[in-house]
């Protein structure tokens, strides 16, 4: 196979433009990335509510049906990879940095400015646990399972290339090796690196953040450039040095260091408050899920805009990672059974990023109400790092998250390339080093652009855009997985009858 694909060079150009269009125009680019951002929100926001409740219901669907039997791969395959080691690769590459960067920030933002109601009260508090489990629950995870079963079924069962075009071969047939899938997966490129760039920007700013905590580090752009360019050259050198290695070290570690953080912030503070603030609004949150997925405030202008602020923007975030995320699982679930794939994926992440923000938001929470410190008053960056200053063995945990942030920032990155990679050498498991090492530098760069334009703004409008025609390719994809599904139990029913006809044949004779 060819080191650069057409399809590469096209990509590689228009992310090339990008850059110098926000280079050489700054302002412009967000003007204009702002604008269509209003927009789509104003138009369109409805279309990102209902995509993710639509996934949800493909998700339980599909795993309540016959077609969980299915085997990514060959009928006598099995997994790759153990369990533990599965779940950590799936976890550390679909949210990484922003449970640490939003696991105090945002349940203390929705306290002081809930989506209805007032601020600042114990329903507030109760209201704002909630509505962060739903930006980071079984919406979030829906999401990535279905595109992940997709790219892993057509990949390892049908044999079609890892790529989003492939996904549509059901509908379109050779159409999606012409100019149709050319589109498809340079709108997938595309998400992807908006969406990932979002991740680098804020984990470069939390960096900063702890730095200044730390050592009295300015905040400001400068410095998170420095901090992205060091961690540029830590996971192009990850990505080069290939899945099994890198990564899954990464990705290991990665999980070490979230439990070990997880249960000092646990048992350091406090505990009987947070555990009981966790059991009843995590219960809440799954009694009114379908109300609150599909929540808009048609006569309340102030309560509309913060659904597009934040629900709206979390789902146009996760569809704009699914080419990313859903690649990445997709890759590491070969032999596993669609319901043990659609179960995991969806059921494990959301309980532990529940339970994740029901520990760090319930803490903020805790020392805001009862206390009477203002952590709401923080910016979302600095918001961990003050409750730090709260609580026993601060500097410690600010180490611990320092390494965590990083290594979170270097495996979705170094993931994002690998990704990258696939999707613009032709879904090749084993992309060129070259090609991956291309992507990140572009990668790097277009969210230092975004960032030194618009900052988390301009990251936000980039998201949202990408996400919208993203968002109906998703879908024409979930339609062509289920005539795929059912073609096959078709297909099976009928030659077990065939099987059996035969036999009853020979017995008679």
């Known amino acids: 196979m060819r080191k650069f694909t057409p399809m590469f060079w096209i990509a590689i150009s228009m992310g090339a433009l990008f850059v110098g269009w926000g280079a050489l125009f700054p302002n412009n680019l967000l003007e204009v990335m702002t604008g269509i951002k209003t927009l789509f929100l104003d138009k369109f926001g409805w279309f990102y509510q209902f995509s993710a409740s639509f996934f949800i219901i493909a998700a339980i669907i599909i795993a309540s049906s016959r077609y969980g039997k299915i085997r990514l791969g060959k009928d006598e395959d099995r997994p790759e990879y153990s369990t533990p080691t599965w779940f950590a690769m799936l976890f550390s590459a679909g949210m990484g940095i922003g449970l640490l960067f939003y696991g105090v920030s945002e349940p203390a933002s929705h306290f002081s400015t809930p989506p209805f109601g007032d601020g600042g009260t114990e329903e507030s508090a109760r209201v ?67 969406g990932v760039a979002i991740s680098l920007g804020i984990g470069a700013q ?63 503070g406090p505990t009987q408050f947070v555990l009981e603030l966790f059991s009843t609004t995590f219960g809440s949150y799954v009694q009114n899920l379908p109300s609150m997925g599909l929540r808009f405030s048609p006569f309340n202008q102030e309560d509309n805009q913060w659904v597009k602020d934040w629900t709206i923007f979390y789902w146009a975030w996760w569809i704009s990672w699914t080419p990313f995320v859903g690649t990445f699982i997709a890759r590491v679930s070969k032999g596993r059974t669609v319901r043990e794939f659609i179960l995991a994926v969806i059921i494990a992440p959301t309980l532990v990023c529940s339970l994740w923000f029901g520990v760090f938001g319930g803490t903020g929470l805790y020392f805001e109400l009862i206390q009477g410190a203002d952590v709401s008053g923080q910016s979302l960056e600095t918001a961990l790092f003050y409750v730090y200053k709260l609580m026993p063995f601060g500097t410690v945990l600010t180490i611990i998250s320092l390494l965590l942030i990083t290594t979170f920032f270097v495996t979705s990155a170094d993931s994002a390339t690998y990704v990258l990679g696939m999707q613009t050498s032709n879904g090749s498991l084993n992309p060129p080093t070259l090609v991956k090492v291309s992507w990140g530098l572009i990668m790097a760069a277009i969210a230092a652009i975004l960032m ?31 005539k795929s599904f059912q073609s096959e139990l078709s297909s099976a029913k009928k030659e077990k009858e065939n099987v059996e006809e035969t036999a009853s044949h020979k017995k008679a004779q």
């Not at 060091?230 to 439990?259: C, D, E, P, Q, R």
């Open 206 to 268: 939390q960096i900063n953040s702890g730095f200044n905590y730390l050592f009295g580090w300015p905040v400001n752009f400068t410095t998170q450039l420095i901090i992205m360019g060091f961690t540029t050259i830590l996971f192009i050198y990850s990505a080069a040095s290939g899945l099994s290695k890198g990564i899954k070290y990464l990705s290991n570690t990665n999980m070490f260091l979230a439990v070990l953080l997880f249960f000092a912030f646990l048992f350091l």
């Open 128 to 194: 704002s646990l909630r509505y962060t489990y739903l930006h980071w629950g079984f919406h979030a995870w829906a999401i990535y399972a279905v595109v992940a079963l997709a790219l892993a079924y057509y990949k390892f069962r049908k044999g079609l290339p890892g790529l989003m075009s492939a996904t549509l071969y059901p509908l379109i047939g050779e159409k999606t090796k012409g100019p149709i899938g050319y589109a498809v997966d340079i709108i997938a490129v595309f998400a992807t690196l908006f």
């Open 452 to 482: 030194g334009t618009g900052g988390v703004e301009g990251l936000q409008a980039a998201t949202i855009i990408s996400a919208l025609p993203l968002g109906i390719i998703l879908i024409f994809m979930t339609a062509a997985l289920f």
